[in-house]
């Protein structure tokens, strides 16, 4: 799964923050710990805060904490944020999908979308971080 790099942006910034809980984590140390742009970071830490899953505090030895419970919290709820799971409403049909082997194509397409939501869903940040631990 290829992801978008706002929602790659989202997940470091998140797993950051949710790294060391009640720490103020600034833009710019979350930029330069992955190799980001601070300028698109910003971007993305504004939705998160839109989305209430972190908070800004300003002035000094601000910065940004988790405002969600990482135990409950998943990697789908980020993700979701910023990228279309599963979701083809909408969309122009594909050439060939009215045929059988298009349709079964769909099909096979359609449940492999559905895995990839319930893994999403299914990885808390807390077992997440234990995981990169491990790493």
């Known amino acids: 799964m290829k992801l978008q790099r706002s929602t790659r942006c989202a997940l470091f910034a998140v797993f950051e923050l949710a790294r ?22 910003a ?19 601000g910065g940004y904490t988790l405002a969600a419970n990482p135990k409950r919290m998943t990697l789908y ?12 409403d909408g969309a122009p049909p594909e050439p060939g999908a009215d045929t059988d082997a298009g349709q079964a194509l769909t099909r096979v397409l359609t449940e492999i979308d559905a895995i990839t939501v319930a893994t999403l869903k299914s990885i808390s ?11």
Do not use: C, M, W
């Not at 600034?26 to 300028?39: F, H, K, Q, R």
């Open 77 to 88: 709820d980020i993700v979701s944020r910023f990228e279309e799971l599963g979701d083809d």
């Open 125 to 135: 940040l807390t077992t997440f971080l234990k995981l990169s631990r491990k790493a």
């Open 43 to 61: 971007k993305v830490l504004r939705e998160l805060a839109r989305a209430r899953f972190i908070q800004s505090v300003r002035g000094a030895g």
């Open 20 to 41: 060391e809980p009640g720490r103020h984590v600034s833009a710019a140390e979350i930029a330069d710990t992955y190799g980001l742009s601070v300028n698109h970071l």
